[in-house]
């Protein structure tokens, strides 16, 4: 019996030993958590000291955990990094949250995963204005992948003769940028064509659409777009529909023009079939990168009309706008009326037939008895 306890009060030892070594550790925050705005459009720069005590730590890893958000956002977003600063994306017309907080890891803390207390901080653009005087339906739609264009309408209470400006920065621009193509209503930019935006594709592209009037203060717009999400592609080209031997319809078109990746495009291809006097009813298919689809006709109707428009798909956007519809239509008739249009010419020919020897027969009866045919007059 004593042995046992002996054995109990030496396991208990070790085992707290063990405990105090790994769950005693701590670990400091990091000090002087800043946010600085370098102009950017709202690119906010997010920089940290590391904390006071973290050379005690050799044989630990030290990492962070750096979370963002705007305010009234639910989520916040994730990042793991061994820097001492982020840059990181944020609405401006909201206030930004940040905060982190230290990670340690190793044989210090015998493998388990040490966490310090946060730290936060905000920032917030001093907005002038009032919220009715910013720009209203501000729209983007990038073009074939060659060209962004930016609409908008003036705020309710912006003045006569307000003057707008759009802004814009991407990573790879060393500042922001202005437009220098805009859209004009009566003398006021309403919107802005931007060219050459390949290299911010799959990034955020910041916008500020600003205003200024006199004696009025106009509140700015900040927006972040992602290009991908905003495509839109021509119509496909060159459609053609042909009608096989085993009554398939066999319908094929080519990619659109312009820059849109072929690889990056679905298509929905619409068919509508004739019903008489009733209102064609459309039947819709889709395919993925393929330009060709084969459609069986069990019922053999009439197809009245035949299009295709096109989409960046999921493999390389989340989402995006549906092109214009094909113009061109095509009437493919049924199997029954192929066969009418045989038979037409040979029941003309079976009648016009019948006819002739019922004439002939006519003219028999009226010639004389032994005088030739030919001789009879009238016939």
């Not at 037409?344 to 020897?357: A, G, K, T, W």
């Amino acid at each position: 019996m004593a042995r046992w306890w002996l054995y109990a009060l030496s396991m208990a030892l070790v085992w707290g030993c063990v405990a105090s070594s790994s769950y005693h550790t701590t670990v400091a925050p990091p000090q002087d958590l800043q946010i600085t705005d370098p102009g950017l459009l709202g690119s906010l720069d997010i920089e940290w000291k590391p904390p006071p005590n973290v050379q005690m730590f050799n044989e630990c890893t030290v990492k962070y955990k750096f979370e963002y958000r705007n305010t009234g956002d639910r989520e916040w977003k994730v990042i793991f990094t061994r820097k001492l600063k982020c840059r990181v994306g944020f609405d401006l017309s909201k206030t930004a949250e940040v905060k982190v907080q230290t990670l340690l890891e190793g044989w210090c803390t015998d493998n388990v995963e040490v966490q310090s207390d946060w730290v936060y901080a905000t920032f917030q653009v001093p907005l002038q204005g009032k919220l009715e005087s910013e720009v209203q339906n501000f729209h983007c739609i990038y073009h074939d992948w060659e060209y962004l264009k930016c609409t908008w309408q003036p705020g309710l209470l912006a003045p006569h003769g307000v003057h707008y400006g759009l802004y814009y920065w991407y990573e790879g621009l060393g500042h922001a940028a202005q437009c220098d193509d805009y859209i004009q209503d009566h003398g006021i930019n309403i919107g802005c064509m931007l060219q050459n935006l390949s290299q911010a594709e799959y990034k955020d592209l910041s916008i500020c659409v600003n205003g200024s009037a006199a004696a009025t203060l106009l509140r700015p717009l900040y927006v972040t777009l992602r290009l991908h999400n905003l495509a839109k592609p021509s119509p496909p080209k060159q459609l053609v529909v042909s009608m096989s031997a085993s009554e398939e319809l066999h319908v094929a078109w080519r990619p659109p023009g312009g820059e849109t990746p072929p690889q990056c495009l679905e298509y929905e291809v619409q068919l509508a079939e004739d019903q008489g006097e009733a209102k064609a009813a459309w039947a819709s298919m889709s395919t993925q990168m393929e330009t060709t689809l084969t459609i069986s006709r069990a019922n053999q109707s009439r197809i009245s009309c035949v299009r295709v428009r096109g989409r960046t798909n999921i493999f390389c956007a989340d989402q995006g706008f549906w092109s214009e519809w094909t113009q061109e239509c095509f009437s493919v008739s049924r199997k029954e009326d192929k066969q009418l249009f045989i038979l037409i010419p040979v029941i003309l020919s079976l009648s016009s037939s019948l006819i002739i020897f019922m004439l002939i027969g006519q003219c028999k009866k009226r010639s004389p008895a032994g005088k030739p045919l030919h001789e009879s007059v009238g016939c």
